[in-house]
């Protein structure tokens, strides 16, 4: 069975400055989805980015990146330019391609930013 | 489009009562998916549908039942409610349309069982 972690339950990073979240995943598919979500206090689950596993280049959202290590099952998200809306848990998500199509997540990360 | 709503937004059940969480979706989308949200934890599936008529089991299916008779709802019981059950419950749904299906998600309910 797939399954992701995130290593880091909390994360701080002050205004505009660039922080980086961790992501590894197991899995023995050659070909999946990887997605950072972001949930406010308002609870609800916001895509922020999506990795293609087949796709060698970084995905990239504006002041969003991520650095996908495919060969170390390594997905981490980088943002730049903090900005104190960025402020929220981020998860970390697998899906594999067919079947249910489901999404497999990590226990999140909580990221404060700090004015 | 009101995209993905869920009602009710908060609940709270006494041990062994029953409920129904609705879950509508508007987008015409043929998958649909119940995920639970323990806290400090991430979403875990517990049924989901790829179409009117077909449902199946996720990850934590016990103590749950769905059904989906259309493509817009996919309603979530809880037949004997139970602590274990305290959760935020989130639906979710896609359109199966090449490689790029993204997963929408409804506001989420929060149910308290004591």
Redesign the interface.
Known sequence: AQT?TQSQPEMSVQEAETVTLSCTYDTSESDYYLFWYKQPP????I?VI?Q?AYKQQNATENRFSVNFQKAAKSFSLKISDSQLGDAAMY?C?YRA?GG????V????TKLTVNP | NAGVTQTPKFRILKIGQSMTLQCTQDMNHN?M?W?RQDP??????IY?S?GAGIT?K?EVPNGYNVSRSTTEDFPLRLELAAPSQTS?Y?C?S?Y?QG?N???F?G??T?LTVL
């Open positions: 992701v308002s609870r609800q689950m895509l999506r293609e998860f998500a391609l249910s199509e489901k999404l997540f990590g226990k999140g | 998958y998916y995920y400090g934890m991430g979403l875990k599936l989901y790829v199946d996720g935020v989130f979710a896609s199966l490689r299906n993204e997963q998600f506001p989420g929060r």
